[in-house]
């Protein structure tokens, strides 16, 4: 079993069948780490963390309206 020992790594996403990022966009990838260099995306959920941000925003919201 291979670790990155806290290393920052390089990011694969070749072999996802689509995605669309942008700079600074905060997603969750899960990912293999097959040889400690590099991490291969298998899946990314960067629409569930937009999701999630935009119910925080609205609870905040709601709370300070108050």
Avoid: I
Wanted: charged content about 20%; hydrophobic content about 40%; glycine content about 4%.
């Amino acid at each position: 079993m291979s670790v990155s020992n806290g290393r920052s790594l390089p990011l694969s996403v070749s072999e996802l069948p689509s995605y669309s990022l942008f700079p600074g966009q905060t997603v969750v990838v899960k990912a293999q780490n097959e040889d400690g260099r590099r991490l291969k995306a298998v899946k990314c959920y960067a629409e569930l963390v937009l999701l999630y941000f935009m119910r925080v925003a609205r609870a905040t919201a709601h709370n300070t309206d108050s």
